[in-house]
């Protein structure tokens, strides 16, 4: 059925092409004719004077003049090609008026000579228009010839069975499969690394909240006072902010935003604040963007130099709204930790993970590139379809230098 409509297509667009090369040469025959048309003006009359003809006063046409000052024959011809006949008197009038000319048999031969001359001009014309047609017949004939050729391959291509392969299971495509390369592909160096451990494993519900998997940050570049560090942690567990506190130490301020916290604003430790607060796509009650965030603590247009997330789904909320920053924190922000949580990879599963691929190829556009990357080993599973081990949980640190 496809082919068919390909064909279908192909054919209307051969037709319009035709149709368009013919009407656009007719235009061109039309507009650039050697034949010129001649518009008949109003002729004036004047009276014959008495003493060249005895008879009634006699009125006729003025002919045309020549450029030699006279009337000619010629002129008089094609007054004599009109329908009305002329008579003698007036021609004998016509020869008075200009002195000297041509006899009335010379004036019928040159009507006769014009007229001959009218029909060969057809004839040439019709012999042109026959060529024009034969060109068009020949052109139109290889176009046919052309696409029955080009309509006989493409069916011939679709219907071999090297042309596609069928993939090993149709529900997951080649680009899932490059998302998971993705994040474990390191593009960047570092020379300066440090990894910060969290707090010891702990069951129940907070296990997955916690940041127990540790934080691995690039020193290269980093400075070490708390005007001109900054550190924005978003969706970590009041009870797990080891890596903050380490931070604080060091000489970067610390800000923490999470509404994981019965605590309001305070301050933790050495350059290490608390914000109850949500970080959204959009501004409400409790509810922050990374500029808004940025307003409250008059950091635009600063640089961020480390920018981190914990909890399931803020990695994807953050980079909206990195991306999204009517400040350019896509170019103030040095580095991005994202703790990313992804589903299993099955056919339930394929539009979430294909929207978390285009996410992070953002990152790169921007150009941030992979410093960093551990799977979490608790969360591995083994795929079939891709003959590998893959995981939910990948720590990932992408740096813009």
């Known amino acids: 059925m496809s082919a068919f409509l390909e064909y279908r297509f192909f054919w209307r667009e051969v037709v319009a092409a035709v149709d368009a090369v013919i009407f656009t040469d007719i235009y061109k025959l039309m507009l650039f004719s050697p034949v010129q048309l001649e518009l008949p003006t109003q002729p004036e009359t004047y009276p014959v004077s008495s003493d060249v003809s005895s008879g009634p006063e006699v009125h006729m046409s003025a002919p045309t003049p020549c450029l030699q000052g006279r009337y000619c024959g010629s002129c008089l011809a094609a007054v004599a090609a009109e329908e009305e006949p002329i008579s003698s008197d007036a021609a ?63 069916y011939s291509y679709s219907r071999s069975p090297d042309a596609a392969p069928q993939p090993r299971a149709p529900y997951i495509p080649n680009d899932i499969e490059e998302l998971f390369d993705f994040v474990t592909s390191v593009k960047a160096s570092c020379h300066k690394p440090l990894t910060v451990d969290g707090s010891a494993y702990r069951e129940g519900e907070n296990r997955s909240l916690s940041g127990h998997e540790g934080t691995y940050i690039c020193l290269d570049g980093l400075p070490k006072t708390p005007d001109t560090c900054r550190l924005y942690a978003f969706g970590v567990n009041r009870e797990d902010i080891k890596f903050e506190m380490e931070m604080g130490k060091r000489g970067c301020r610390a800000h923490i935003i999470t509404p994981l916290t019965e605590y309001s604003y305070s301050k933790l430790g050495v350059n290490t604040y608390l914000y109850p607060l949500q970080l959204t796509n959009a501004t409400g009650l ?41 400040y350019q924190a896509y170019f103030n922000v040095k580095q991005v930790r994202l703790l990313l949580h992804l589903p299993p990879a099955t056919d339930e599963n394929l539009q979430r993970l294909t929207d978390m691929y285009r996410m992070l190829i953002g990152l790169e556009y921007y150009g941030f590139k992979l410093v960093y990357s551990r799977p979490l080993p608790d969360t591995q599973y083994y795929h079939a379809y891709f003959e590998r081990h893959l995981y939910t949980k990948y720590e990932t640190v992408w740096i813009r230098r």
Request: hydrophobic fraction near 45%; aromatic fraction near 14%; proline fraction near 1%.
């Open 286 to 326: 409790g509810f922050y963007t990374l500029d808004s965030f940025m307003n409250l603590l008059n950091h635009m247009w600063k640089p961020i130099h480390y920018v981190k997330t914990t909890l399931a789904g803020t990695e994807w909320t953050l980079l909206f709204n990195l991306f999204t920053s009517s």
């Open 92 to 154: 004998a009038a016509a020869v008075m008026l200009r002195g000297e000319g041509a006899t009335f048999d010379e004036l019928k031969w040159e009507k006769e000579d014009s007229l001959a001359n009218g029909a060969r001009g057809k004839r040439s014309s019709s012999r042109s228009n026959a060529k024009h047609r034969a060109v068009f017949a020949v052109l139109f004939c290889l176009l046919l010839a052309y696409s029955a050729y080009a309509t006989l391959l493409l």
